[in-house]
């Protein structure tokens, strides 16, 4: 047995024991679909919350943390005794009683959402809960996460109960609608209608949000996109575009971020004030990690997240500047170009040198030669894209010698 298929085991069997309990799930799709999860496997209380605020939970009850928690472990761990997390955002460490699959070398980011993962614990329950993995499904989607590698196995649940069969859910609703519509009602602050319709309740009515959703999505892109070059002249020498209008739709901000980045292939960042401050959206593309842009690490200290996606929270208007200011800096050095020189001891290095041709590497940023039991190389460029380099030439080395062992 894997630690991972210990870790969900073990969470299944600790929720089934200490039911009922209070649910504490974030206010998006993944969040709204965990907390659906919840409702439907077990005897809870589900609160949706849009920023974790342990002041207005009862500490004595057992908790369950779904889609938020793993960044504030210490936090969470002195203020309740009795509890999990089930998260799928990075953090620096975990605590104990949480299950995330970071922790097991899984990239929550990409595969596994938090919704995705709660299913499989779910799933250990027995298998007539394998109905619900719709659900995990509407949360990976939500989340913007594809459906092979690990979320694969909620598929597979899904077309062999007859959940969904040709993109239907239950021979009724397309599947990509489903999530937009479970999106728009999240994004129009109509969380519980959300989780009804994630409960196959009231589709009808969220139809509407979803067309609200969409004009009002529109009138703001277009509005961002007729001033995008005044807002690229006003972000000359940074390295992400940073949005800061009261105009916009302050629930939609990340998907305008989203969309724009997808543009423009530039990080976005846009800032919108809310009932308690200044709310942050950050937005990258997978072309813009793989250089080196990791959007959670540049927030740390004013919020977090994913290399992709990420958000923060100002309490005062005046410290903008300053995490403008410190963002870009850490955003700069991400994808700064770097030099990197490589001295990697083999014997026969000219034969090494050979297959490695025979490989083809293919790179116009590397240089490898030979120089008696040595391959050195050296590689330039932005940190992000010399890593990628590195390893597949040390990769190729590995592989090169041992065909020459082989033979």
């Known amino acids: 047995m894997s630690e991972f298929e210990g870790a969900l085991r073990e969470a299944s069997r600790i929720l089934k024991n200490n039911q009922p309990f209070q649910v504490i799930t974030h206010g998006d799709v993944d969040g709204v679909a965990a907390g659906a999860l919840a409702l439907s496997a077990f005897d809870c209380r589900v609160t949706i ?56 070398g899984i990239d929550g980011t990409r595969e596994l959402c938090a919704a995705a993962t709660f299913y499989l ?30 979320n694969c ?28 519509v479970v999106n728009a009602c999240c994004r129009n602050s109509k969380k519980e209608l959300a989780m009804d319709i994630c409960l196959l309740r009231n589709y009808s009515q969220g139809k509407e949000e979803l067309e609200i959703y969409n004009r009002i999505f529109e009138r703001d892109l277009q509005y961002l996109t007729e001033k995008w070059c005044t807002i690229t002249r ?18 939609y901000a990340g998907e305008l971020a989203t969309t724009l980045a997808r543009t423009y292939e530039r990080p976005v960042i846009i800032l919108v004030r809310d009932e308690e401050g200044i709310k942050i959206s950050g937005r990258a593309t997978s072309a813009l990690v793989t250089r080196g842009v990791h959007l959670g690490n540049a927030f740390q200290g004013f919020g977090g997240g994913h290399d992709v996606a990420a958000g923060a929270f100002l309490q ?3 410290m903008i500047e300053t995490f403008i200011q410190v963002t870009d800096q850490r955003l700069h050095r991400m994808i700064a170009p770097i030099r990197v020189e490589l001295d990697i001891p083999v014997k026969d290095a000219s034969m090494v040198m050979k297959v490695l041709a025979i ?21 330039w460029g932005s940190p992000g894209t010399v890593k990628n380099t590195i390893d597949d030439v040390i990769a190729c080395v590995i592989s090169a010698v041992s065909m020459m062992e082989g033979e």
């Not at 342990?54 to 761990?77: N, R, V, Y």
């Not at 779910?122 to 939500?142: D, M, T």
């Not at 899904?158 to 993109?167: C, D, I, P, S, Y």
């Not at 490989?359 to 590689?379: Q, R, S």
């Open 234 to 251: 006003e972000n000359e020498g940074r390295v992400s575009i940073y949005v800061h209008d009261e105009t916009l739709t302050r629930k």
């Open 153 to 180: 196995e909620l598929f597979e649940d899904a077309v062999e109960t007859g959940v969904l069969q040709n993109n239907l859910l239950f021979n009724e609703y397309e599947l990509s609608e489903f999530v937009k």
């Open 49 to 104: 919350q849009k920023r974790l605020a342990m002041e207005k939970l009862d500490p004595s009850q057992f908790t369950l943390f779904l889609d938020m928690g793993s960044s504030q472990c210490e936090e969470i761990e002195e203020r309740f005794s009795h509890y999990l997390i089930i998260d799928h955002h990075p953090a620096a460490a975990y605590g104990p009683h949480v299950v995330n699959p970071w922790m097991y």
């Open 316 to 318: 005062d208007e005046e």
């Open 121 to 150: 614990v779910i799933k250990r329950l027995g298998k007539e809960y394998r109905r619900l993995s719709y659900l995990g499904l509407v949360g990976a989607l939500g989340d913007r996460q594809s459906l092979d590698t690990r």
């Open 359 to 379: 490989d083809n590497l293919g790179y116009d940023t590397i240089d490898v030669t030979a120089e008696k039991d040595h391959i050195l190389v050296t590689a």
